[in-house]
């Protein structure tokens, strides 16, 4: 079973839903109508079964991946003794509700006469629905069968019957795919379109020219999106570039940002650390606000703004949930595919995730960081959200004390983290700021107190004398790079001597160079799991911007830089960085883009104009 690396592959989408293209040319996830909907390809996850949409030369080739400039319309170019082609992917973002979701795939030769093969093979609900296949005006139609092909209880959508429609003629292939085997010669091409629906506009096929306008509509699209952004720094290519793939996780619907566009990817291979992460957690609040607001993109963070409000009205007695469904839902249960193989033999294949149960404090601090920054620059709160803010506050104030499950989501048991006390804090003073600064009723001084009892607390139990630095927990002496986050949230001053010790103790003990583990597997607090994991990149970011906050510009010029070379040929991410400098986890992530843009800002800034 054949598996490209993780970081082999580009990503596009129309802002409801996005797929993987890998440079050999194979579509190998893409989920429908929505992202957290079933796959419709996921040969990333099982080579066999997962199903895929292929497009390639027959001769020996190798090949290479861009977008074209400022969109995220992918070209991979491939390269053969015989000749040159470029196929170029992209899904036209939809202008309305009603309009279906397409892939198009347009494959044309350069130089030289070569031969290609396509093949589309769909593997709906994650595998587990058969379908049929009928033809169509230009092509066939792909219909899944309501009774399911999975393991006895399964369950999942029946989705939308999906066509497969092209100018070259198409055939019915081998266990439910349909393809082509043709020749090109230089100046050809040959498109393929896959879109939902095909019943209700059965001829979706597309000449050159339709091509070609629909192409430079989808072009003219993203850079007029990016024309939006202000960022005119050092590194404004990537910090664009992570921009276009932030823009690509928003649920554009309801302006809610997935974690990640897809699911499975382990965070070792042949591990057991393999998450759903098409949600939307509450943690990126603040940092996608700031990110995307400090380069320009107010829109973007004005349609988060509103479903943050939403959650916020949701939780009736102010326990609001890490992280809910694209949609607002609360209830993502988690469940396992067993059979899916996973990426290389990385099971179990999760599907949902059990963490929209958990106790996460740190989320409080995050919700009213994100509230604090749009009161300042964007619009100004208005009091019905001031209200659900209160209510929220108060019941944070009389919980404050409990142990959580942490940041990073652990499932090795409930303690006193450092990083969600911190955070509760940062929820208490910016509350403090936005009533001080509008005048909106702050209660009695509750919140002051509380929020002086929680620094106090942090700066007691927090701090390991021993080892000088703040720790993973209460009472431990195991360091964890959340605390990161302390000079970036101000809770400390970035030249505090605290800090400055505690900053050394983490590039020592955590940092590979620049890279940054969350903390030592075995050493630091069970996260319930089996096996090492690779280190995480947005704590990377993370570093550069505490090195800069701390004027070692120098340091963190070098660090970001060197973390600038860690990313894939198209300059995005997963969630880590493996031993062997491989990409591990989720990909693209969106927490690892967002640092990336306020480590680039800070830096930027730090350094000065050119």
């Known amino acids: 079973m054949d598996y490209l690396p993780i970081e082999d592959h580009g990503v596009i989408g129309d802002l409801h839903t996005a797929a993987l293209v890998g440079t050999d040319g194979?579509?190998?996830?893409?989920?429908?109508?929505?992202?957290?909907?079933?796959s419709v390809f996921c040969s990333i996850l099982d080579s066999e079964k997962g199903g895929h949409f292929k497009l390639h030369?027959?001769?020996?080739?190798?090949?290479?991946?861009?977008?074209?400039?400022?969109?995220?319309?992918l070209m991979t170019r491939f390269l053969c003794a015989e000749g040159m082609a470029e196929v170029t992917d992209f899904m036209p973002v939809m202008r309305d509700m009603d309009e279906p979701h397409r892939l198009i795939r347009?494959?044309?030769?350069?130089?030289?006469?070569?031969?290609f093969r396509v093949e589309c093979r769909p593997a709906f609900d994650y595998a587990r629905r058969e379908h049929t296949v009928e033809p169509c005006k230009g092509g066939y139609r792909f219909v899944p069968k309501e009774k399911l092909s999975g393991p006895p209880g399964s369950d999942g959508e029946i989705g939308q019957p999906l066509g497969l429609v092209s100018e070259l003629p198409l055939k019915l292939l081998e266990r439910g795919a349909v393809g082509a085997t043709f020749r090109l010669s230089e100046g050809e091409s040959a498109t393929f379109v896959l879109s939902e629906r095909p019943e209700d506009e059965p001829s979706h096929v597309l000449s050159e020219a339709a091509f070609d306008a629909l192409l430079e509509r989808t072009i003219r699209y993203w850079r007029s999106w990016v024309s939006g952004c202000t960022y005119t720094g050092r590194w404004r290519e990537t910090v664009v570039r992570s921009a276009l793939a932030l823009k690509l996780m928003v649920y554009d619907p309801t302006g809610a940002l997935v974690a990640a566009p897809t699911m499975g990817l382990p965070e070792r291979v042949g591990g057991e650390r393999n998450w759903d992460y098409r949600y939307t957690w509450l943690r990126d609040a603040a940092f996608t606000l700031y990110a995307l607001m400090a380069i320009g993109f107010d829109d973007e963070a004005g349609k988060f703004m509103d479903w943050l409000r939403d959650r916020c009205q949701e939780d009736d007695d102010g326990l609001m949930q890490p992280l809910y469904g694209l949609d607002g839902r609360k209830k993502i249960p988690e469940s396992e595919l067993s059979h899916l193989s996973g990426y290389r033999g990385s099971g179990p294949v999760r599907l949902g995730n059990a963490a929209h149960e958990q106790v996460q404090l740190d989320i409080y601090g995050a919700a009213l960081d994100a509230a604090y920054l749009y009161n300042k620059h964007g619009a100004p709160l208005d009091y019905d959200l001031?209200?659900?803010?209160?209510?929220?506050?108060?019941?944070?104030?009389?919980?404050?004390?409990?142990?959580?499950?942490?940041?990073?989501?652990?499932?090795?048991?409930?303690?006193?983290?450092?990083?969600s006390k911190v955070m509760c804090w940062v929820a208490l003073e910016r509350a403090m700021r936005i009533a001080a600064q509008r005048g909106l009723p702050a209660g009695d001084g509750r919140w002051q107190r509380v929020r002086d009892d929680i620094y106090e607390e942090i700066m007691d139990r927090g701090w390991n004398e021993r080892k000088q630095a703040f720790v993973q927990h209460y009472d431990?002496?195991?360091?964890?790079?959340?605390?990161?986050?302390?000079?970036?949230?101000?809770?400390?001053?970035p030249t505090d001597p605290r800090w400055q010790s505690t900053l050394e103790a983490v590039q020592r003990e955590l940092a590979h160079d620049t890279l940054v583990d969350r903390y030592r597997v075995g050493k630091a607090a069970s996260d319930g799991l089996?096996?090492?994991?690779?280190?995480?990149?947005?704590?990377?970011?993370?570093?550069?911007e505490c090195l800069t906050r701390a004027g070692r510009l120098e340091d963190a010029r070098l660090a970001f830089d060197k973390m600038l070379s860690y990313a894939n040929h198209l300059g995005l991410y997963a969630e880590e960085i493996g031993s062997s400098g491989e990409h591990l986890g989720n990909f693209p992530q969106a927490f690892t883009h967002l640092s990336l843009i306020s480590a680039a800002v800070h830096l930027d800034r730090a350094l000065g104009s050119r």
């Open 57 to 73: 030369p027959l001769a020996k080739s190798r090949s290479q991946q861009l977008y074209i400039p400022e969109t995220n319309v």
């Open 106 to 115: 347009n494959v044309r030769v350069v130089r030289g006469t070569l031969s």
């Open 26 to 38: 194979t579509v190998d996830w893409l989920c429908l109508p929505a992202f957290d909907s079933p």
């Open 476 to 493: 431990s002496d195991a360091l964890d790079a959340s605390v990161l986050l302390m000079p970036l949230v101000k809770f400390v001053g």
């Open 386 to 419: 001031w209200q659900n803010l209160r209510r929220i506050l108060n019941w944070l104030c009389d919980n404050w004390r409990q142990p959580d499950d942490g940041i990073w989501e652990v499932r090795g048991g409930r303690r006193q983290f450092v990083s």
């Open 530 to 544: 089996e096996g090492d994991e690779g280190s995480f990149s947005i704590c990377s970011f993370w570093l550069v």
